[in-house]
């Protein structure tokens, strides 16, 4: 997860990752879309192999790298676990307990509480 984060901490490397979100490029195309050196795109794109964010695969002379967002999961999660739901998710949750909490006692009375609830 480490190295998934310090390989999304640089803003060229996260756009990197939006351009190959869209579609697999070829190492070329992500540097022209760049104004830093050829040299400094391959150093970032070997960074994102290295954390396994992008996979590489050559094309004749080509290489084509494409988005591979599996390893991000873990840190996904471990985010998701620092935010407190809001609003509605909280409202939601509320009234998901209630409603296991409802079944719960139903359960506890018996079958026989159930149908006097529905003639009553």
Do not use: C, K
């Not at 080509?62 to 998701?80: E, K, Q, S």
């Not at 509320?94 to 003639?119: D, I, M, N, Q």
């Amino acid at each position: 997860m480490d190295e998934v984060a310090v390989a999304i901490a640089d803003p060229v490397r996260r756009r990197i990752l939006s351009m190959l979100r869209d579609a697999p490029l070829a190492a070329g195309e992500i540097a022209n879309r760049f104004a830093i050196s050829r040299p400094a795109i391959s150093r970032h794109l070997r960074v994102l192999r290295a954390s396994g964010l992008v996979r590489d695969e050559l094309v004749g002379r080509t290489r084509i790298y494409r988005l591979d967002p599996g390893p991000l999961a873990p840190l996904v999660d471990w985010l998701g676990g620092l935010v407190v739901p809001a609003g509605w998710e909280q409202r939601l949750d509320a009234l998901e307990t209630e409603v296991y909490r409802t079944r719960r006692e139903r359960r506890a009375r018996g079958p026989a509480a159930h149908r006097t609830e529905h003639t009553a």
